[in-house]
């Protein structure tokens, strides 16, 4: 069976860092494009930043040059650096698995780590 499990989540001050790990199993990581979405109460979800099969980066504008995707395909595991975090990136963050190329459609979701920013 697939597993995504988000770890790394936790309570900071505005500036401050963290990193999110997910840790994957029951399909080909290699094959897949990862990224981190995340939600905050009363909100739709967004997507923060995918990473493609070949390493490609892309991020929502709001968090360029503060977080970096990175993955591990020997550990099966993608990575979300934060720094200079702000209130407004608190929320629940998810990983997310799609085949192939980022936006095929998501195949698989983990069940979320939160972050929570205060000022």
């Known amino acids: 069976q697939v597993q995504l499990v988000e770890s790394g989540g936790g309570s900071v001050q505005a500036g401050g860092s963290l990193k999110l790990s997910c840790a994957a199993s029951?399909?080909?990581?290699?094959?897949?494009?990862m990224t981190w979405n995340r939600q905050a109460p009363g909100k739709e979800r967004e997507g923060v930043a995918a990473i493609e099969i070949d390493g490609t980066t892309r991020y929502i504008e709001s968090v360029k040059g503060r977080f970096t995707i990175s993955r591990d395909n020997a550990q099966n595991t993608v990575y979300l650096e934060m720094n200079n975090l702000k209130p407004e990136d608190t929320a629940m963050y998810f990983c997310a698995a799609e085949h192939l190329t980022c936006g095929s459609g998501t195949d698989y979701w983990g069940k979320g780590t939160l972050v929570t920013v205060s000022s």
């Open positions: 029951g399909y080909t990581f290699s094959d897949y494009c």
